[in-house]
Each structure stands twice: as structure tokens, then as C-alpha cells.
């Protein structure tokens, strides 16, 4: 047994905790759970504080529970929500489950023994309570009054726009709270944790336990995760970073987190890695010493990549940011596929040309401003080639006079042009 909250506390994790949980954690291996809402296939990286969390709870002794909400799915959060959101078929939903188990089980040690990680559906015991045995035997212990109280109800009565807040999703705390209940109930489960947003849901859950059952739980928070510069955690500009390596490429993904901010990685590599504080501390005193080296950036994104994905898709990743950021050689793209050569290009412009005009030959100029639009004007191409700024295939056009054709094709089929240091094209020969 390891102080788990002490854990939580010096990465910087802690948010909230209902008195006596650091001690009772203390006493014996605890159950404690959170919950995952089953709205995608695959959970992103917005989930993985929680993830963590469990994993931290594991290590220190515990015995951690994934609940998988496929009652809740169908029904919404109000929680941080300005908007009622769709609801789930049974169809999705059962897609959703079994897409979330499989990522979780990266994670987490799953089984049957000692403190064997459990995951649970609260469609199973949902399924089997009608609607007034709901409100005799659940409804009955918690006002109206306090879940009027709520922050997550009051922000969305009193938000902009009129859209209220339906029937459907006031009453979420009261099934989350039942969750919590019946977990405890059933499974011995004391402790409810999960986002600092979500500390109102979990108390109700807390307190239906008392005056349903006299009886005693507790709870934790973690914080919200924000980025230094105001921007949402976990989006970019083609939107959230799943941990789907079909939904979001190991390469974004390991550029997600390369991609970190000084102020940004310092507080992550504590949340989203198992390094101890003192290789953390190791870390932060060599990034310091030469900050332009990125150590702390690349030492997250390894960690994290390979802990979501592969050892081998880590190698892809850093192969892939080699060829378009640094000395990446040609032979590297020679290995990769239609589709990863898509992915690795996409939202870089890219033009199409036909195999038998480039066949022909074009010299560089006609090639890209021309056929092209790499370049607005042969005059412009011309002078940035004549001031060593363009490359094509890593390597640098000499003259804009240079003649090209089907023997310089990558892959039988692209054609990469680099102009300046970072702007990629990709020019595709059909």
C-alpha cells in the first residue's frame, strides 16, 4: 500500500476530497470507481487524467472499477454542457462499450484476483428498475431543493439562449448518485473520483448513500486540465485527439504532445506519465539548461505514445517527424502506404497532376505555378529557387529550368515539395 492521494497531490492532480478519504485509503485496499460516458467508440485524450488516475489508484493497492455508462449514455450529462446533447441507440452504444473496454485494457490490469481492475455497465442494473420504483426508492431521499443547488443545473437555468434544461438530464445526478450507491452496495466500492466538474454528481451519490442506507463514502476530485494559452486541452484545428489510432494517426498524436508549450509540458509529463519525481525533477534541470532541445516535450510524447499505441508506432512517429521536420531520408517513405502517406500529408495543400503529362517532362517553374499552384507566378517560383528556398524530395532545384518527370515520382505516384523551412506540398501523379 502507497498514500494514493499523496500521489494525486504532488503531480498536481488533486482538486477536491471529502474529509477522512486520505485516511480511510490509508487503512486497506479500497474499491473505488469512475465513470466513462460511452458517447464514441474510442475515449481521447480528455479522458486521460481519469485514465491515470485509475492507474495511480491501482499502484498504490487499490482496487479500481471502470464504469461504463450505458444506461447514462442514453440520457446526457448537463454537466460543463451548454446544450442537451443526442442520445445513443443500443446499437451505438454496445459499439461504444466494446471500444472503450479494449483501450482501457491497455491501462489497467483486468481480472478477478486481489486488486484486479473491474469493469462494469450500469445498464446492468438499470435495465431491471421501472420508472416508479425509480422515484419511491431513489427519488424520495434527495430534494428537489438540493439538486436545484447544483452548478451544473443552475449554469444551464440561468445560461444564455433559453435552452434550459430538460427533465431527462436534471435528473442525471440522481442516476449517477444511484451508480454510486449500487456499486457501493453491491461491490464494496466506498469511493467515487473523477473531474472537479463532475463534484456535485458525485456528492449527490455520497449522500443518497446516507440517507438511503446510514451509510458512509467518500470522494475525489481531479484537476480540469487547461492549457497555458487559454485554448481547450486535447482539440486541435482538425478537433479532438482520440485514442483511436484510426481516428487520430500515432504521428499527430506524438505531435500533439511535441507540440507542448514549456508551461504546458512541465505540468503534463507529472500527469500523463508514471516517471517518479525525481526523474521528473532530473528531466526539468536538463531542459533547463538547453530548453531549445525540447527534452521534456519529446520525453512526454515517447512515454505517452507508447503507452496509447506501440513501441513500433512511436518509431513511425518520430520516423515521420524526421522526414518532414529534419534528415529524414527517402527510404523511409518508401515503406509507407497510400493511406499513411495521406494521413501524414493531410491538411498540407496538395495538387494533382496526370502521369503522362509529367512523363513528358516539366521544368520547375511550369511544374509548380503552372500545373501547380505551389507558386502564384513563374516569377515567383523562379526567384525563390534561384535564393536555394525550394526542394523537391529533399532536395534542392538548383534552376528553375530543372526538368522533372515520371522517374522522379516517390512511390511511383508523389511528388514533395518544400518551400522555406516548414511549407509542405504534396503533389500526387494520376
Known amino acids: 500500500m502507497t498514500n494514493f492521494v499523496e500521489e494525486l497531490r504532488w503531480r498536481g492532480m488533486l482538486h477536491d476530497i471529502m474529509p477522512h478519504t486520505e485516511e480511510k485509503l490509508k487503512e486497506s485496499m479500497t474499491s473505488g470507481y469512475i465513470g466513462f460516458d460511452p458517447t464514441a467508440d474510442s475515449l481521447h485524450v480528455g479522458h486521460l487524467t481519469q485514465i491515470m488516475t485509475l492507474i495511480h489508484f491501482q499502484r498504490a493497492g487499490h482496487k479500481p472499477f471502470a464504469l461504463v455508462g450505458g444506461a447514462t449514455g442514453m440520457v446526457g450529462d448537463p454537466s460543463g454542457k451548454s446544450a442537451e446533447r443526442n442520445l445513443l441507440s443500443e446499437e451505438q452504444l454496445a459499439i461504444n462499450l466494446a471500444g472503450i473496454k479494449n483501450q482501457l485494457s491497455k491501462f489497467l490490469t483486468f481480472g478477478d484476483r486481489g486488486n484486479d481492475a473491474v469493469m462494469v455497465n450500469n445498464a446492468d442494473w438499470f435495465r431491471n428498475i421501472?420508472?416508479?420504483?425509480?422515484?419511491?426508492?431513489?427519488?424520495?431521499h434527495?430534494?428537489?431543493?438540493?439538486?436545484?443547488?447544483?452548478?451544473s443545473v443552475k449554469k444551464r437555468l440561468e445560461g444564455d439562449g433559453g435552452a434550459g434544461l430538460s427533465f431527462t438530464e436534471f435528473c442525471y445526478q440522481l442516476i449517477q448518485g444511484y451508480d454510486f450507491y449500487y456499486l457501493w452496495k453491491n461491490h464494496d466500492c466506498l469511493l467515487q473520483m473523477g473531474g472537479s466538474d463532475q463534484w456535485g454528481n458525485i456528492v449527490t451519490g455520497t449522500e443518497l448513500i446516507r440517507r438511503k442506507d446510514s451509510g458512509t463514502a467518500y470522494a475525489i476530485t481531479?484537476?480540469?486540465?487547461?492549457?497555458?494559452?487559454?485554448?481547450?486541452?486535447?482539440?486541435?484545428?482538425?478537433?479532438?485527439?482520440?485514442?483511436?489510432?484510426t481516428k487520430t494517426s500515432p504521428y499527430k498524436f506524438y505531435q500533439f504532445w511535441l507540440n507542448a508549450s514549456d508551461d504546458d509540458v512541465k505540468k503534463w509529463i507529472r500527469i500523463f506519465t508514471l516517471k517518479t519525481r525525481e526523474e521528473i525533477e532530473g528531466l526539468e534541470t536538463q531542459h533547463n539548461e538547453a530548453p531549445h532541445l525540447r527534452l521534456l516535450q519529446k520525453s512526454l510524447a515517447e512515454d505517452i505514445t507508447v503507452k496509447v499505441h506501440s513501441v513500433e508506432a512511436l518509431e513511425t512517429a518520430i520516423n515521420t517527424s524526421d522526414f518532414l521536420f529534419g534528415n529524414g531520408s527517402l527510404a523511409f517513405f518508401a515503406t509507407l502506404n497510400k493511406e499513411q502517406v495521406l494521413e501524414i500529408f493531410e491538411g498540407i495543400p496538395q495538387f494533382t497532376i496526370a502521369k503522362e503529362e509529367l512523363a513528358k517532362g516539366l521544368d520547375a517553374s511550369t511544374l509548380l505555378a503552372e500545373k501547380t499552384s505551389v507558386f502564384a507566378s513563374k516569377g515567383e517560383a523562379k526567384k525563390l529557387i534561384q535564393?536555394?528556398?525550394?526542394?523537391?524530395?529533399k532536395e534542392k532545384i538548383k534552376e528553375a529550368t530543372a526538368i522533372f518527370n515520371s522517374n522522379n515520382?516517390?512511390?511511383?505516384?508523389?511528388?514533395?515539395?518544400?518551400?522555406?523551412?516548414?511549407?509542405?506540398?504534396?503533389?500526387?501523379?494520376?
Open 130 to 140: 421501472n420508472f416508479l420504483d425509480f422515484i419511491r426508492d431513489v427519488g424520495k
Open 142 to 151: 434527495i430534494t428537489v431543493n438540493y439538486m436545484m443547488a447544483k452548478d
Open 222 to 245: 481531479t484537476q480540469l486540465i487547461k492549457k497555458a494559452d487559454g485554448t481547450k486541452f486535447g482539440k486541435t484545428e482538425s478537433g479532438a485527439v482520440w485514442l483511436d489510432a
Open 387 to 393: 535564393g536555394g528556398g525550394v526542394s523537391l524530395n
Open 409 to 430: 515520382l516517390l512511390n511511383d505516384q508523389y511528388l514533395i515539395v518544400q518551400k522555406g523551412k516548414k511549407n509542405y506540398f504534396l503533389i500526387i501523379a494520376e
